[in-house]
Nanobody, 123 residues
Framework: QVQLMESGETSVQTGGSLRLSCRAT????????LGWFRQAPGKEREGVAA???????SYTDSVKGRFTLSKDNAKNTLYLQMNSLKPEDSAMYYC?????????????????WGQGTQVTVSS
């Protein structure tokens, strides 16, 4: 059974930093594409950052230079370091895993999803 579990501090003021973690079980972690997605109230879920099994990383334009995605295959864990946070970064953040992902930031490419964790950036 595949499980993805997000964790991390989830509330910060504008300009602050947060780090999210996502531990995966039930998959061969190193062979999957892995990503972070977010969904704000009334908006569609969007790709934030994602990494292929070969290590290629994509970021959505709004987080480039502020967010850093990394993973530890030995720990089956995906990370998202978020710096210089803005109120518009507030959303439910999800991690996801998928095989044969052609477009890293496309939500429809991913098969498995975590339950999500709420990130709130206050002004």
């Amino acid at each position: 059974q595949v499980q993805l579990m997000e964790s991390g501090e989830t509330s910060v003021q504008t300009g602050g930093s947060l780090r999210l973690s996502c531990r995966a079980t039930g998959i061969t972690f190193s062979t999957y594409s892995l990503g972070w997605f977010r969904q704000a109230p009334g908006k569609e879920r969007e790709g934030v950052a994602a990494i292929d099994s070969d290590g290629k990383i994509s970021y959505t334009d709004s987080v480039k230079g502020r967010f850093t995605l990394s993973k530890d295959n030995a720990k089956n864990t995906l990370y998202l370091q978020m710096n210089s946070l803005k109120p518009e970064d507030s959303a439910m953040y999800y991690c996801a895993a998928g095989l044969w992902v052609a477009s890293r930031l496309d939500v429809y490419e991913y098969n498995y999803w975590g339950q999500g964790t709420q990130v709130t950036v206050s002004s």
